[in-house]
Structure formats: structure tokens, C-alpha cells
């Protein structure tokens, strides 16, 4: 119920090229959606999110995507660059006061200079 | 920008000794956080704080752990006797009002 599953594990991508994360939840009561990117020995960063009141979130060349329907969501990098390569991981949250994420078990990301 | 900071970066400890990992988070935030992340997997809620009490934790988060905000800035996470399995990058993560998370560098601990 508390999972949330994301796909695929790595991908790569040509520079210029669009990278398609996607993730999909069950807990209906979730009601926030984050992605963060994650550098080797970083922390994760916020990278883009959404509430399930909107379908559609864009901010420079990140998108993320939303099937309140479906209970799945999808980061799109457009233009993929080589500085872009890190691991991405979807979360969620919701239920509880504290509100703490639920988060997907990471895509690797290489971008080809 | 603000930031959370956490230290050490990375901690060596033998089995069955105790660890304190610190954090300092961003002053303003009322929420923190103890997350981890086994080598190459996922990362793993451990234990919420608010109001100078946990509000919530997952199964990891047994006896052996315990979190205190012993001043108005720092948070720490103590491990009474670690385990092998205790090996992961901790992280410590605030957040405000709203929605914000701000994640830390995170501490390497290895238990050896």
C-alpha cells in the first residue's frame, strides 16, 4: 500500500535526447509527488513536484506528468545533457501529520556527450 | 541558500559501539527528518520529529535508535550498539510549513 514503484532501474540517453522516468503508487491518500535528483555522495535534491490536482507541471526542461486515474507519474527531462546523469528518485506523501516521503527505488540516468 | 548540515561525513565505527550522527537544520523549518540509504538502494524513512517529540517512525526505527533536538539547532541520531546492517548513508532532512524538503549531505557510517 505504502510503495511506491519506479522504472527503469538505468536508462540512457544521447545528449539532446528525452529522458522518461515513470513511477506509479497505491495509497490514494497521497497527495504530493516530488522527484529529487541524486549526485554520488549528495543528498537528494527537490528537483520538480506535483499535487494531484494538476495533470501537468513544467519547469525549464523538467516535466513531470500526472494520471490521478491511473495513480502513475512520469518526470521527462527534454534535452537531455551530460550534466543531467545522476539518480533520480519519485517519492510521495501524504498520510500523517509529519508527512514523511515514501520514495521509488532510483533510476540511474547516463546521458551520452 | 539555506542548507542542512550534517557531520561527520563519514563515520567508522566497530560493531556494538554507539554513534551519534548530528545535524543542523535550517532554522525556520518545524519538521525533522532521519532517512537512509543502503548502498545502491532506495532511500528509507527512518523517524519524524515535530514539537520536540517523534511523530512518527518506520519498523527500522526499533530500540536500538533514538533521536533528540538537545538545543534550538541541533538534531542528532544516536545507535546504541550498531550492526553491520546499520551501514548505510544517514540523512537528515527539515522542512517548513508547507511541503519543502531540504535533504543534508547525508553521513557514511560503516560498521565494521
Known amino acids: 500500500q505504502q510503495q511506491v514503484k519506479q522504472s527503469p532501474q538505468s536508462l540512457i540517453v544521447q545528449k539532446g535526447g528525452i529522458s522518461i522516468i515513470n513511477c506509479a503508487y497505491e495509497?490514494?491518500?497521497?497527495?504530493?509527488f516530488p522527484w529529487y535528483q541524486q549526485f554520488p555522495g549528495k543528498g537528494p535534491a527537490l528537483l520538480i513536484a506535483?499535487?494531484?490536482?494538476?495533470s501537468e507541471k513544467k519547469e525549464g526542461r523538467f516535466t513531470i506528468s500526472f494520471n490521478k486515474s491511473a495513480k502513475q507519474f512520469s518526470l521527462h527531462i527534454m534535452d537531455s545533457q551530460p550534466g543531467d546523469s545522476a539518480t533520480y528518485f519519485c517519492?510521495?506523501?501524504?498520510?500523517?501529520?509529519?508527512?514523511?516521503?515514501?520514495f521509488g527505488s532510483g533510476t540511474q540516468l547516463t546521458v551520452l556527450p | 541558500e539555506p542548507e542542512v548540515t550534517q557531520t561527520p561525513s563519514h563515520q567508522v565505527t566497530q560493531m556494538g559501539q554507539e554513534v551519534i550522527l548530528r545535524c543542523v537544520p535550517i532554522?525556520?523549518?518545524?519538521?525533522f527528518y532521519w532517512y537512509r540509504q543502503i548502498l545502491g538502494q532506495k532511500v528509507e524513512f527512518l523517524v519524524s520529529?515535530?514539537?520536540?517529540?517523534?511523530?512518527?517512525k518506520s519498523e527500522i526505527f526499533d530500540d536500538q535508535f533514538s533521536v533528540e533536538r538537545p538545543d534550538g539547532s541541533n538534531f542528532t541520531l544516536k545507535i546504541r550498539s550498531t550492526k553491520l546492517e546499520d551501514s548505510a548513508m544517514y540523512f537528515c532532512?527539515?522542512?517548513?510549513?508547507?511541503?519543502?524538503?531540504?535533504f543534508g549531505s547525508g553521513t557514511r557510517l560503516t560498521v565494521v
Open positions: 532532512a527539515s522542512k517548513g510549513e508547507y511541503y519543502g524538503y531540504t
Open positions: 495509497n490514494t491518500a497521497f497527495d504530493y
Open positions: 506535483i499535487r494531484p490536482d494538476v
Open positions: 517519492a510521495a506523501s501524504g498520510e500523517g501529520s509529519a508527512r514523511q516521503l515514501t
Open positions: 532554522s525556520n523549518h518545524l519538521y
Open positions: 520529529f515535530y514539537n520536540n517529540e517523534i511523530s512518527e
